[in-house]
């Protein structure tokens, strides 16, 4: 087996679970414990794994009002709102984007007051041509993993 596939094989395991312990991903991965010790370190030096977070449920905290948010930005602008939005800790999502759109912004509120306030605060950064606001109605999958190809921690 190569570094590449274990790497690949650990992130799937930590995908599914990142609180096991070491002895528990090695049983499964059919490895030595510190074999494992050393590819996650490896992969955390890399900068391929950034840090393990909890999966939260923001409906249960409060947090249940998702609103995307596209922007157009007048082009000498761009890189200044873009870094003023990344900044907002109710932005979860910051992305620059290709079409009619120039930033694509995903936030969560508590209330429609709160994603209200958010909207007005963004129309005010200076650049800011225009928006356009969708509040999700439901969400069918939310999740940032992503089934992996075998060697992909490589890359």
Excluded: C, W
Excluded at 5 to 28: F, K, M, P, V, Y
Excluded at 61 to 73: F, N
Excluded at 77 to 83: C, E, K
Excluded at 101 to 115: K, P, Q
């Amino acid at each position: 087996m190569t570094y590449r596939n274990l790497d690949t094989r650990l992130i799937h395991a930590l995908q599914r679970d990142a609180r096991r312990s070491l002895r528990s991903l090695a049983h499964e991965l059919s490895v030595a414990p510190s074999t494992v010790g050393h590819r996650l370190d490896d992969l955390v030096d890399r900068g391929v794994i950034r840090g393990f977070k909890p999966d939260l449920d923001y409906a249960q905290l409060g947090m249940g009002l998702v609103a995307v948010t596209k922007i157009k930005a007048r082009g000498d602008a761009l890189p200044a709102i873009v870094q003023a939005l990344a900044k907002d800790p109710r932005l979860t999502h910051v992305y620059e984007i290709t079409g009619d759109f120039d930033v694509l912004v995903i936030g969560r509120f508590r209330n429609e007051a709160e994603m209200n306030s958010e909207i007005k605060r963004m129309l005010g950064l200076e650049g800011i041509e225009g928006t356009n606001t969708s509040i999700v109605l439901s969400i069918a999958k939310e999740s940032a993993d992503l089934e992996l190809d075998e060697d992909v921690s490589s890359k």
